[in-house]
């Protein structure tokens, strides 16, 4: 199920729209302003936000550089809602990072459109993104974010007590958001995302000819060579010795 959070600070406006889109199957969280639409969007990482721009405390333009310059929610779409039909509105917000633009009034099945449109042409990009060692094919806003994943997991790729809480000092997040972060962003766990790291580093090594299958093994992160040839053929569908033999 799809999660949008609405920032708006009328509350009719925030009740009637959180309704009318748990009708048609979304989970909804909403946030009175930026301030507390902010904390959420780190807390939660939904699919989309949808923003006033005019609020308290926080102003949807406020909230929208906050997030677009987070590295934890940069890459979620935002689509702000707008009494003010100005060009310079607009264009103030495309360049700070908005997604989309919808002005108000508005009809609800106008806004459910964009809201569809922005969460699936999220998902091309996502289905693009290859997490593969010493690759520098990420191209989305997430770039930072899997960037530091990508480095600090090759940096200890041949030590097998790597763990998530290891990674999470290394990059600086908490266990909690790393893990619905790369979930998000690759559909994997954190885990998993580890394991197949190692696997694919191991497939370079083998191709290169780098030694043999027990020193790729404990050169990738696995201290047992059964264990690694196990893994090897489940994710790749070949036994390693195959691969090897042909090199």
Do not use: C, W
Not at 14 to 19: A, C
Not at 213 to 230: D, H, K, M, P, T
């Amino acid at each position: 199920m799809d999660r949008i959070l609405l920032i708006e600070d009328e509350l009719d406006i925030r009740e009637n729209l959180s309704e009318l889109f748990e009708n048609r199957s979304f989970t909804v969280f909403t946030a009175e302003n930026g301030n507390v639409g902010y904390e959420k969007a780190r807390e939660i990482i939904p699919d989309v936000i949808i923003s006033d721009v005019i609020m308290p405390v926080m102003d949807g333009f406020e909230f929208l550089e906050a997030a677009k310059n987070d590295a934890r929610t940069m890459h979620i779409p935002v689509i702000m809602l707008t009494a003010k039909s100005m060009l310079e509105s607009k264009i103030k917000g495309l360049k700070i990072g908005a997604d989309d633009y919808v002005t108000k009034p508005f009809e609800f099945e106008e806004l459910l459109a964009r809201v569809q449109s922005a969460i699936a042409n999220r998902r091309r990009i996502l289905q693009k993104i290859k997490i593969a060692p010493t690759q520098k094919d990420v191209e989305s806003k997430d770039d930072v974010f899997l960037r530091k994943v990508i480095t600090a997991v090759e940096k200890n790729i041949d030590n097998f007590n790597f763990s998530i809480d290891d990674l999470a000092r290394e990059i600086g997040y908490s266990r909690s958001s790393i893990q619905k972060k790369i979930k998000v962003l690759t559909g994997k766990t954190t885990s998993q995302l580890i394991r197949e790291f190692r696997l694919e580093r191991a497939r370079q090594l083998i191709q290169q000819d780098a030694g043999f299958l027990s020193e790729i093994a404990l050169a990738v992160g696995f201290n047992s060579l059964s264990y690694f040839s196990n893994s090897y053929k489940e994710y790749f569908g070949v036994p390693p010795s195959k691969i090897k033999n042909m090199h």
